[in-house]
């Protein structure tokens, strides 16, 4: 299977030809770093189009593609931009915030005992009750089954073994897994910038 079919495959491109019946408010800019990379993949680095001319007005960003559509006031006429760079680079914290979004993303969305997508909150693994704690290192995702069969017990007690064992990710791992989740939906000229977790023919 082709490049372009496998991405056709993991989400949905919309055609830039559509772009004249396009509400504003559904013209995103893909926000990547001076070095051409999206901010975040997941969830993916955009603005609204307001934010994105404001930034382009300030000189605070390039515009490397436009939608089919402009806005205007009376002295002047702009393109929405579709892709823009920053012009100064952003360094990534080595170390993401410790947030249910992010708790999730690390667990990939399932329960860390059965593989579940469904009904996912978190379990302790050593419970507060035995004087664990509220880390990285020790919570994970869990289904709420699992979670109420686990109860106050540690995992060996409860024989409910981790299928990974909780740890504290980089930001550079939190992205590669954020390439794994393509958004449902993506807009044609963002194709070039977006690198997807797909495997590619040689």
Known sequence: MLKSELIERAARFRSAEDDPSRSLSDCPALVLNADYTPLSYYPLSLWPWQTAIKAIVLERVDVVSSYDRAVHSPSWTMQVPSVIAL??????????????????????????????????????V?????????SWENI??????????KGG???????????VPPI??????????????????LHETWRDW??????LEE
Not at 126 to 134: A, D, K, N, V
């Open 87 to 124: 012009r100064q680079y952003v360094k990534p914290n080595e170390f993401p915030a410790f947030t249910r979004f992010n708790l999730f993303l690390r667990d990939r969305f399932s329960c860390q005992y059965c593989g579940s997508p469904h009904n996912l909150t978190f379990d302790h």
């Open 126 to 134: 050593i419970p507060r009750r035995l004087g664990g704690r509220t």
């Open 140 to 149: 994970l995702t869990a289904c709420a089954p699992c979670n109420l069969k």
């Open 153 to 163: 017990r540690t995992p060996k007690q409860a024989k409910m073994p981790p299928l």
């Open 168 to 185: 504290r990710p980089t930001s550079w791992q939190l992205q590669e897994r954020g390439k794994a989740f393509p958004p449902n939906y």
């Open 194 to 199: 977006l690198y997807w977790d797909i495997e």
